[in-house]
């Protein structure tokens, strides 16, 4: 079959390496009991803030929720991760997911936004060469590096639970996830009964982890960082009466049941469309002894969350077009809700924020009174209050991307061409557009080269002949300069596949892999093809192309040659079929040079300078 990749660029020459078979290896499987551990500290509840107001009995929230909420009933699904689970758990049931090194390895490590702030992933890799992968269950920790010894050395399976992400630190692996009661019945309603679990173990002795710290907290999971030694979690359940019966959440940390009371719910006096309880939690990691430290406030629900090394911020999008914005300061263990603030229009993800010299910077989409859209940057000071606003920019088109960087930061909007918009930031009372640039297409993602380059993943487009929009195709690469703030200019851009092509990094940043130094950058991608047979040699914009090849794309890319293929790696052996979804390569690290790729049910080892096939290891 002959692979699909189109080139627009002010480069010439694209080399690329043909994809060897990879080699099969044993695998040692160690099954453990996680239920071996000492339990530590209880948990404590954070002291009360002067900015929030707190119930003093169950008939004061009682007639709270009866006179500002709007909505009272239980909720179906909580969060993305829960609609992710109650929406499709059978596919994602089928995906299933020695000798020490003499010196620390060097290696990759998860896709992050903000330096210092770690993010939950279905992989991590720690100093000393070993792997933990998330597959179905199963927590998998493998003896990675160096790669003459890789193998699985034990396994942590959690039985009916649903794992969503792991954090290593040192000697401590924290696995989170959502343990779902199928059905509970609230007032002839059968929902989802949700609780958030954290489960710390001691991997010291990697073959042999133990459980040393077990903690559940009420409602679904919503998101999660690590900021030095502290996880910071956080969990919403909705806020309602059944029958004038209260449904508070509660917290079981190592077997001890803590039932949260109304006195330590924090609230916003005001009407809203519904309530949620929503439940921080900071965790020392390093420290299992040190009591967790819990601050549950009655917010309007959780949208996104951005995590600066000093602070939390959770939005909430109202069903009246505004987005309402909590910021939480944490430091240590110590968690304080200090300041709520609005803005017009809806954020997109984590990426539409930004905190920046004691500025807070958002972007949003609203509609205008036409009833068209427009997207918008707000600079908000530590209190939350607009002090900067640039409003009404590219009116009609739909908002997919943003980045900021520093005193910059960076719109991708896309309706029939792709408009990249710098912006200047570096007055947060006075906002500017130095530039824009119209090319087809648009990017999903947009990531820093470095200071005066960016990175964009996204679909190339073609405009449709009636009608203002255009038709979606492949996976489009694109390296911008924007060192010329007035003059964004393209460098290089490479498609790959037709309409259909997929990639897990237009809504997930942890798939991305890129290392400057190396010149390194890899992404999985589902590429599809459309047969020109069918269609007579003149293939409609609109026709979608049959799925057939799956896996990892290994570019070199440097600002003198833009983007360089290198190859591809599978896990679907030939014959497989491409529906083999728990075969899909999802996320890549380096160790060293060793390239690992890593699906539901394999990880593999290539050698890095010509990917060269070493082993591939089972996951059971």
């Not at 009916?160 to 959502?178: E, M, N, P, R, T």
């Amino acid at each position: 079959m002959e692979r699909k990749i189109k080139r627009q660029s002010l480069f010439t020459g694209l080399a690329a390496i043909l994809l060897a078979s990879i080699l099969t290896a044993a695998i040692l499987s160690i099954n453990l009991n996680p239920l071996d551990y000492t339990p530590g500290a209880s948990p404590i509840s954070a002291p009360p803030t002067q900015l929030l107001s707190t119930f003093q009995s169950d008939e004061e929230l009682k007639n709270f929720l009866t006179t500002n909420s709007k909505t009272q009933s239980p909720f179906w699904i909580y969060g993305a991760e829960d609609a992710i689970f109650l929406g499709a758990q059978r596919l994602l049931e089928s995906y299933g997911l020695g000798l020490e090194a003499s010196a620390v390895p060097s290696h990759s490590t998860t896709n992050i936004q903000v330096t210092g702030v770690d993010e939950a992933d279905i992989v991590k890799v720690d100093d000393r060469g070993y792997m933990y992968v998330v597959s179905g269950n199963a927590v998998h920790i493998l003896k990675a590096y160096p790669p003459a010894q890789a193998q699985i050395v034990s396994k942590i399976t959690l039985e009916d639970l649903y794992l969503i992400g792991i954090f290593v630190q040192d000697d401590k692996l924290a696995v989170l996830g959502s343990d779902y009661t199928f059905p509970t019945i609230y007032d002839r309603y059968p929902v989802a009964d949700i609780e958030t679990f954290m489960k710390v173990y001691d991997v010291d002795d990697p073959s042999n982890p133990s459980l040393v710290r077990d903690f559940t907290v009420s409602g679904s999971y919503f998101s999660s960082r690590m900021i030095g030694d502290y996880v910071y979690f956080v969990a919403s359940r909705a806020a309602y009466l059944v029958d004038d019966i209260l449904y508070l959440p509660e917290i079981n940390s190592d077997q001890k049941t803590i039932k949260i009371s109304p006195t330590e719910i924090r609230y916003f006096n005001g009407t809203d469309d519904y309530y949620q309880y929503t439940t921080f939690v900071a965790m020392n990691l390093k420290n299992t002894t040190e009591a967790p430290v819990y601050l549950p406030i009655m917010l309007g629900g959780t949208c996104s969350m951005y995590v600066s090394l000093n602070n939390i911020y959770v939005t909430y999008r109202g069903w009246n077009g505004n987005t309402t914005i909590h910021r939480i300061r944490v430091q240590g263990n110590n968690m304080t809700c200090e300041a709520r603030g609005t803005v017009p229009g809806h954020e997109r993800n984590q990426f539409s924020m930004d905190e920046y010299n004691d500025y807070f910077r958002i972007e949003t989409t609203s509609w205008t009174p036409y009833w068209t859209t427009q997207t918008n940057l707000y600079v908000l000071d530590m209190n939350l209050s607009v002090v900067g606003k640039l409003e009404g920019l590219a009116p009609g088109e739909n908002f997919h991307s943003a980045r900021f960087m520093g005193d910059r930061a960076y719109f991708v909007t896309f309706k029939k061409t792709d408009p990249l918009f710098v912006i200047d930031v570096s007055q947060p009372t006075n906002l500017s557009v130095l530039g824009e640039l119209h090319i087809p297409g648009y990017s999903d993602y947009l990531h820093p080269y470095d200071e005066n380059h960016l990175i964009g993943v996204g679909k190339h487009t073609v405009e449709a002949d009636q009608g203002d929009f255009a038709w979606y195709q492949g996976i489009k690469m694109s390296l911008f300069d924007v060192s010329n703030v007035t003059n964004p200019v393209q460098m290089d851009n490479i498609i790959i596949g037709d309409r259909g092509s997929d990639s897990p990094v237009l809504y997930d940043h942890k798939a991305f892999l890129f290392d400057k130094a190396r010149t390194l950058l890899v992404m999985p991608i589902l590429e599809a093809e459309i047969d020109i047979t069918k269609y007579g040699g003149q293939v409609p914009p609109n026709a979608y192309g049959e799925p057939v090849w799956q896996g990892a794309y290994i570019f070199d890319v440097s600002l003198f040659h833009g983007f360089q293929l290198e190859g591809r790696i599978t896990h679907l052996e030939n014959g497989m079929s491409i529906h083999e979804q728990s075969l899909w390569v999802k996320r890549s690290v380096y160790i060293e040079n060793v390239l690992y790729t890593i699906s539901g049910r394999k990880v593999g080892l290539n050698q890095l300078d010509d990917l060269s096939p070493i082993l591939e290891i089972e996951l059971p």
